[in-house]
């Protein structure tokens, strides 16, 4: 954590228009005002990605990939953080003062996806005296640049490296900020478009496809990430949280979900008038007696092709007969991530079997309960991708690990083989080959005697949790 903390001090600083000196020896900082002075500062100490600060004149050039920062043409920069020192002397061409590359994606450790990420050229420009720069589009406030290359589509990785770290990295903001995506994609901003307006004022600019030459007072290229989808609150301003993130979410996604409603409510009213037997008094009643004695609301999040659970409808109905008001949930790339959202906010437990779609535990209120299920040779991802950060969410977790004679795995292989008798073994020998037998090749069947004893812990939590809200809420109200 000293690590980090050393680093966000050091960013801080700058951001404020301050540089450190470092004594290694004291492990002590000295403050050293150093204004905008055209340059850059590039923090590539972390493990998952870069990301550059420019500060002055900022301007893009996307013909060639490139953002450019110019300083006073009367002032001498302070360089402690440049990485190359060069002499001052007057010329009438513009004098490059530093070069940084930066791919701004957040799986700087995976090269192979790496690799197809476009680089940004990041450029310290001592102006000319002759040289005049042209602005198309003049901002007052700052640019955030990023890539929503990489495995965009996939919906862990887009909030995981995207939609997550773009939260942490510009929250500080309050929405002055501009957002310049590169490789840049239509349908990934209508997808995100609601929560992106809830992080910034401005309309994205796509870095490629808009060959004007915007300026900027300052630029940040690339995104700060804590973790697989959470927020270190000792890395951010006023300590946000990842339940602050959630709340973005919330804004973004209830006006659409209001409209929903109110669709819902116009086609009620329509049956009504075709049905005057039932009369609106008897609906009113209704509502309210749901109201007074809920139930626990379980969804289950279903999978199609591989990681299904076989024996699902078994479990539905073993649900409602505990108690639960149950609802499956099909989603797949076309569906409105507002609906999901709503979905999974008015539920008490979600079920699903390890994979992307449990990115939406983050749609979940705190509280709530999420069952994992764990397929062979998946432990480890499950609980680190989605186990550990819903608890840090304040969600109730559990992890249910199937046994080899729940997965379908359990046909093909011999009961003694290494795929279902030490995973672990399989998994060493990489990705791929797990991905082909653990991901792509199994189904589950939940044993519903086992099974049954996680399902009632979530019911019986459930039922306290609601009672004790509709107390507080009681007592409020009196």
């Not at 990430?225 to 339940?243: A, F, Q, R, W, Y």
């Amino acid at each position: 954590m000293l690590h980090h903390n050393h680093h966000l001090h050091r960013y801080n600083h700058w951001r404020k228009g301050q540089a450190l000196e470092d004594d290694e020896e004291s492990q002590t900082f000295v403050v050293m005002d150093c204004g905008s002075f055209g340059t850059i500062y590039c923090d590539r100490s972390g493990y998952r990605s870069d990301f550059c600060i420019m500060k002055g004149d900022v301007r893009t050039h996307s013909g060639s990939s490139s953002v450019f920062v110019y300083g006073p043409r009367d002032s001498n920069s302070y360089m402690d953080f440049v990485s190359t020192i060069v002499a001052e002397e007057e010329t009438e061409e513009e004098e490059e003062l530093q070069h940084e590359k930066v791919k701004p994606y957040t799986r700087k450790w995976e090269t192979s996806v790496m690799d197809t990420i476009d680089e940004i050229d990041l450029i310290s420009r001592k102006p000319s005296a002759k040289k005049q720069h042209e602005c198309d589009v003049n901002h007052d406030v700052p640019a955030v640049f990023f890539s929503t290359g990489g495995y965009t589509g996939n919906v862990y990785h887009e909030f995981n490296d995207g939609i997550l770290p773009l939260f942490i990295t510009s929250k500080h903001f309050n929405k002055k900020v501009v957002f310049v995506i590169s490789e840049y994609h239509n349908w990934w901003v209508t997808k995100y478009g609601d929560v992106l307006s809830q992080l910034s004022d401005y309309p994205p600019i796509d870095f490629k496809g808009d060959l004007r030459t915007h300026c900027f007072p300052q630029a940040i290229v690339g995104l700060k990430i804590h973790g697989d989808l959470t927020v270190d609150p000792s890395m951010m301003e006023e300590n946000k949280t990842v339940v602050d993130f959630r709340n973005v979410l919330d804004r973004a996604y209830w006006p659409r979900i209001e409209g929903l409603i109110q669709d819902e409510e116009r086609e009620a009213q329509e049956k009504l008038a075709q049905s005057p037997t039932q009369t609106l008094s008897k609906i009113k009643q209704k509502v309210s007696k749901d109201r007074l004695f809920r139930k626990p609301k379980l969804l289950i999040l279903a999978r199609t092709g591989s990681r299904m659970i076989t024996n699902q409808d078994m479990v539905a109905e073993m649900a409602e007969k505990m108690g639960f008001e149950v609802e499956i949930l099909k989603p797949d790339r076309t569906t409105e991530l507002a609906k999901i959202y709503r979905a999974l906010n008015s539920s008490d437990v979600m079920i699903g079997v390890h994979g992307a779609a449990m990115t939406h535990f983050l749609f979940m209120k705190p509280g709530s309960v999420f069952i994992q299920v764990v397929p062979l040779g998946t432990v480890w991802a499950a609980e680190t991708y989605y186990g550990e950060p819903s608890r840090i969410l304040g969600l109730e977790y559990i992890g249910y690990k199937i046994h080899a004679s729940e997965s379908s795995l359990y046909e093909k292989y011999d009961e003694d083989d290494p795929v279902l008798k030490n995973p672990n073994s399989v998994t060493k020998k990489g990705w791929q080959y797990t991905k082909s037998i653990y991901l792509d090749g199994q189904n589950v069947r939940l044993d519903l005697t086992r099974f049954r004893k996680h399902l009632m812990h979530a019911y019986k939590y459930s039922v306290t949790r609601i009672r004790k809200i509709s107390s507080n809420r009681h007592f409020k109200s009196h």
